[in-house]
Nanobody
Framework: VQLQASGGGLVQAGGSLRLSCVAS????????MRWYRQAPGKQRELVAM???????DYADSVKGRFTISRDNALNTVNLQMNILKPEDTGVYYC???????????????WGRGTQVTVSS
């Protein structure tokens, strides 16, 4: 199983970016999917999460600006980021709880990360 994130880049403050993450490989089901970010010199933090039924939650710092969504048919999770701020700069990682077979327990998988840089 692999998670491949894309969509990062350089944007001015106030701009928007859309991140996508696709899971591939032998997949029976995907549970909760998450986006994390890590700024230079800081710990990795949870940005947003979405359950398999579509319930969402966000870090206070991004509420009202970011929207997480998923497409279960395509094994994809997206993060629409609007009104970006310089403090949103960091490497964004996708994470997913994936079961590879009906009889297997869910395991955590991580993408390699995509860089988001917001200039002031």
């Amino acid at each position: 199983v692999q998670l491949q994130a894309s969509g990062g880049g350089l944007v001015q403050a106030g701009g928007s970016l859309r991140l996508s993450c696709v899971a591939s490989g032998t997949i029976f089901s995907i549970g909760t999917m998450r986006w994390y970010r890590q700024a230079p010199g800081k710990q990795r933090e949870l940005v947003a999460m979405i359950t398999s039924r579509g319930a969402t939650d966000y870090a206070d710092s991004v509420k009202g600006r970011f929207t997480i969504s998923r497409d279960n048919a395509l094994n994809t999770v997206n993060l629409q980021m609007n009104i970006l701020k310089p403090e949103d700069t960091g490497v964004y990682y996708c994470n997913a709880e994936i079961r590879r077979a009906r009889s297997s327990s869910p395991l955590d998988y991580w993408g390699r990360g995509t860089q988001v840089t917001v200039s002031s």
